[in-house]
């Protein structure tokens, strides 16, 4: 079974900095897309950062030039830097990730809380 793990969610002050992990395990052929969306408070799911497996990576515009999203295809991971965190940016950060195993299938991980405030 395909399972999506996160860890490094936590609070911070405004300005400071988090690191989010992501990490597949089980069964698979091939992790096609891998990224984050988040949900705040009151608010739906929006995209933050998404990587193909060709590289292309896509950002919210609200996240552009601050988080960085990388991805370690040896280890099955992707990582969302995020620096000069804002209050806006806290939510829940879920990883999401396109997986083949007998079937391409979008899987989530259970999401991890950030929060800033000071």
């Known amino acids: 079974q395909v399972q999506l793990v996160e860890s490094g969610g936590g609070s911070v002050q405004p300005g400071g900095s988090l690191r989010l992990s992501c990490t597949a395990s089980?069964?698979?052929?091939?992790?096609?897309?891998m990224g984050w969306y988040r949900r705040a408070p009151g608010k739906g799911r929006e995209l933050v950062a998404m990587?193909?497996?060709?590289?292309?990576?896509n950002y919210a515009d609200s996240v552009k030039g601050r988080f960085t999203i990388s991805r370690d295809n040896a280890k099955s991971t992707v990582f969302l830097q995020m620096n000069n965190l804002k209050p806006e940016d806290k939510a829940i950060y879920y990883c999401?990730?396109?997986?083949?195993?007998?079937?391409?299938?979008?899987?989530w991980g259970q999401g991890t809380q950030v929060t800033v405030s000071s």
């Open positions: 089980g069964s698979f052929v091939a992790i096609h897309t």
């Open positions: 999401t990730a396109i997986i083949q195993t007998s079937a391409f299938d979008n899987y």
């Open positions: 990587t193909s497996s060709s590289g292309t990576i």
